[in-house]
């Protein structure tokens, strides 16, 4: 079993900068793809980003390529999201979210992924 928390969110001026951290413990990191979700109040789940077990080959919706940057340190057990340029519809809450599968490439649908952080709140406004 594996547990993720978020942390890092705030309130952030347009064009701000923040960073997530999603901090994994209970199971062997490493094995995990890792996304980041977010939701807005009345929408659905977006994926935002993931990275593959190893780091490599992430993806990113249209929405954040070229602001958004995920990483990820297996030796610290943490997948990041650096988020810059931001905007007010990057307002949400965000998730991190783990997929035990063995795959070449990670998804960014909601449903391949098994656990399931509990959130960090995301809000820009002036």
């Known amino acids: 079993q594996l547990q993720l928390v978020e942390s890092g969110g705030g309130l952030v001026q347009p064009g701000g900068s923040l960073r997530l951290s999603c901090a994994a413990s209970g199971s062997t990191f490493n094995t995990y793809i890792i996304a980041w979700f977010r939701q807005a109040p009345g929408k659905e789940r977006e994926g935002v980003s993931c990275?593959?077990?190893?780091?490599?080959?992430?993806k990113y919706a249209d929405s954040v390529k070229g602001r958004f940057t995920i990483s990820r340190d297996n030796a610290k057990n943490t997948v990041y999201l650096q988020m810059n340029s931001l905007k007010p519809e990057d307002t949400a809450a965000y998730f991190c979210?783990?997929?035990?599968?063995?795959?070449?490439?990670?998804?960014?649908?909601?449903?391949?992924?098994?656990?399931w952080g509990q959130g960090t709140q995301v809000t820009v406004s002036s």
């Open positions: 979210a783990a997929d035990p599968k063995v795959k070449l490439v990670c998804s960014r649908s909601p449903s391949d992924y098994n656990f």
């Open positions: 990275i593959s077990r190893g780091g490599g080959a992430p």
